[in-house]
């Protein structure tokens, strides 16, 4: 099965930075990568994704790195803003595809301070 | 558009007491269905999968059971929580055919005491 190794576990940016998050995975044949968001006492929501015939994805400020090489992806966030603080996750399939579910990272505690 | 629902929210139950989360999903037909444990701290276990009506993958031997009575329902239950239950508890659902995101459902925070 797939193993995700997320760094660093807890993040501090001054507001207006950028902040980069990495994770490692173990599976080559994984395909899909997405990165979550969650806000305290909430859901986790998908904010962007990436497949493994692409190397990198925008959505406006957040960004998403892919080196399928090195079996490594990022998420980039610019101009970072106070409602950015969250814990952020990344994730691959569990077991290389299909509906057997994601394998989670442990998780980034983004702090925007102002 | 697609909505996941998930009840209740919160809940607090006596060590012993049976349990009973519900999860629906609307606007789609034939989701593959989730359900995950998310741990203090912030790790987020997958416990369950669902690809159909009666069809039900358990991935982490445990004091809870799931089952899946219709196409876009999907119960999480226990006979007898343990103090190690506590946790929240997330359903999340995907659309299938291959690896693509999960979608989430607002938890629920279960509190054995």
């Known amino acids: 099965g797939e193993n995700v190794e997320q760094h660093p576990s807890t993040l501090s940016v001054q507001e207006g930075d950028s902040a980069v998050i990495k994770c490692t995975y173990s599976?080559?044949?994984?395909?899909?990568f997405p990165w979550y968001k969650q806000e305290l006492g909430k859901g986790p929501q998908l904010i962007i994704d990436?497949?493994?015939?692409?190397g990198e994805k925008k959505d406006q400020r957040i960004a998403v790195t892919l080196n399928k090489t090195a079996k490594h992806f990022s998420l980039h966030i610019t101009e970072t803003q106070p409602e950015d603080s969250a814990v952020y996750f990344c994730?691959?399939?569990?077991?290389?595809?299909?509906?057997?579910?994601?394998?989670f990272g442990k998780g980034t505690h983004l702090i925007i301070q102002p | 558009s697609q909505t996941i629902h998930q009840w209740p929210a919160t809940l607090v139950q006596p060590v012993g007491s049976p349990l009973s989360l519900e999860c629906t999903v609307e606007?789609?037909?034939?989701?593959?269905l989730y359900w995950y444990r998310q741990a203090a701290g912030r790790g987020l276990q997958l416990l369950f999968y669902?690809?159909?009506?009666?069809?039900i993958s358990s991935e982490v031997p445990q004091n809870l059971s799931a089952s899946r009575p219709q196409d876009r329902q999907f119960i999480l239950s226990s006979k007898k929580l343990l103090l190690s239950d506590s946790g929240f508890y997330l359903c999340?659902?995907?659309?299938?055919?291959?690896?693509?995101?999960?979608?989430f459902g607002q938890g629920t925070r279960l509190t054995v005491v």
């Open positions: 999340a659902w995907t659309t299938g055919g291959g690896s693509r995101g999960a979608f």
């Open positions: 990436i497949r493994s015939n692409v």
């Open positions: 606007g789609t037909s034939n989701p593959n």
């Open positions: 669902s690809v159909g009506i009666g069809q």
């Open positions: 994730a691959a399939p569990r077991l290389g595809g299909g509906a057997d579910g994601l394998t």
């Open positions: 599976d080559s044949a994984s395909n899909y």
